[in-house]
């Protein structure tokens, strides 16, 4: 039997938003970025003194933060990585992940007892290359998105007990092997190893003959349509039994690149999926308020990956489009005197009904019967960015909860 207290959390974040949005929702740990070294260049990620910060108040909540230094870097960027680490260090930083082997053997000359995730951007596969990664001073390997839970459960029973097993859980995959693709630095010079990939496999394509220019026809993989390498997103949110059982201790939660909503749902999801397996080890069936919560985010159709051996209906040929059915209309700033105050985000009005998100709990919706401005002036909308207001309910929520509405 697996063990419970060695279960951890581990949330994304693209920014200090997303920081706190993780923190307060449920994570045991969070990974991010810094300007250099990682594979996300599109968010915003943190400098030297918003790292420094962002570590302090994890560490504060009790939440590990892990920096990604997991690019494959170049000559001419290895001059920096000295500095960029012994910052790390500085911040106090738990652990880097890491994927280029040059670079681990710098991060233990330059910071000797810096913790080493090895990322899934290494391509683990068997106990052989864990087990000499494990020998090579790693504390941690996140393995390959392309292993059955068999062969995980093999990996786990012929490493040390020391070494964590870390693997994705929920999130975007990509159509290459562990995220080493060629095809977004081939086509518009945006290398996917250094962090900055156009995500081409989401593109619709369509073929050309050559003697007739400018002439189009679409690629059918069948009669759904021409995306033909747009992959499903992964969600294993029902299987988080079978993801422990297998010897996986950290479940991890893609997008770096997602909004603050993303994060703080989906964790408060998976959070409260890992609290019920604690209770329901024996009868691991979710409530379905807990399973619906992964559905109120932006997503592509959901699969379940190589995890149950080889994929079966994980591509989606239609679109590469999001389903998105929910809206963020405002976050409370403070509940009083039976009343919600809050700050706008889109527009809602009067007899509408919302959702209230707080971390940990089910969902509470209420019908909005008023809404007040600042003055306490009655609107019969919200509908100006970043306005405050309040609204009436005698339910107290946790500050910086989440009103959503479905569209």
């Known amino acids: 039997m697996f063990d419970f207290n060695r279960l951890e959390l581990l949330s994304p974040v693209g920014d200090y938003e997303r920081l706190i949005a993780a923190v307060n929702y449920g994570a045991d740990a969070v990974y991010l970025g810094g300007l250099l070294f990682g594979m996300r260049a599109a968010p915003q990620n943190f400098t030297f003194e918003q790292l420094k910060s962002g570590v302090e108040f994890a560490h504060k909540n009790g939440v590990k933060v892990y920096l990604t230094c997991n690019t494959l870097p170049r000559n001419n960027e290895i001059i920096h990585f000295e500095e960029f680490i012994k910052n790390a260090s500085d911040a106090g930083v738990d652990a880097v992940i890491a994927t280029d082997i040059g670079l681990l053997s710098l991060i233990k000359k330059y910071t000797p007892d810096m913790e080493i995730h090895i990322s899934t951007q290494a391509g683990i596969v068997n106990f052989v290359t864990a087990n000499e990664f494990y020998n090579m001073g790693a504390k941690r ?24 097993i870390e693997a994705f859980v929920h999130g975007a995959m990509c159509v290459s092997f562990s995220g080493r693709c060629l095809l977004s630095a ?92 604690k209770d329901h080890k024996d009868n691991f069936d979710l409530p379905d308020y807990i399973r619906d919560e992964v559905f109120k985010v932006s997503h592509r159709s959901y699969c379940t990956g190589f995890f149950f051996g080889h994929p079966k209906d994980c591509q989606y040929y239609e679109n590469s489009g999001y389903i998105r059915e929910y809206d963020v209309v405002a976050v409370i700033d403070e509940c009083k005197d039976g009343y919600l105050y809050c700050s706008q985000r889109n527009k809602f009005s009067l007899g509408d009904t919302v959702e209230i998100l707080s971390p940990l709990q089910k969902p509470y919706e209420i019908k909005i019967t008023e809404i007040l401005d600042e003055k306490g002036e009655k609107l019969e909308n919200a509908c100006h960015a970043e306005m405050k207001f309040k609204i009436p309910c005698d339910k107290i929520f946790t500050n910086n909860s989440i009103i959503r509405m479905k569209k």
């Open 141 to 164: 390997v996140v393995l390959a998105r392309e292993l059955s839970l068999d062969e995980i459960a093999e990996i786990r029973a012929k490493t040390p007990k020391e070494l964590d």
């Open 186 to 277: 081939y086509m518009v010079d945006r290398d996917a190893n250094r962090g900055a990939c156009a995500q081409p496999c989401r593109w619709g394509y369509h073929l050309m003959e050559e003697k007739r220019p400018n002439e189009f026809f679409p690629v059918y993989e069948d009669e759904k349509g021409t995306y033909i390498l747009n992959a499903k997103d992964l969600c294993m949110i029902d299987h988080l039994d079978k993801l422990a059982e297998a010897g996986i201790t950290s479940f991890k939660i893609e997008g770096r690149a997602k909004s603050a909503y993303y994060v703080s749902v989906v964790t408060n999801a998976y959070r409260m999926a890992l609290d019920y397996l």
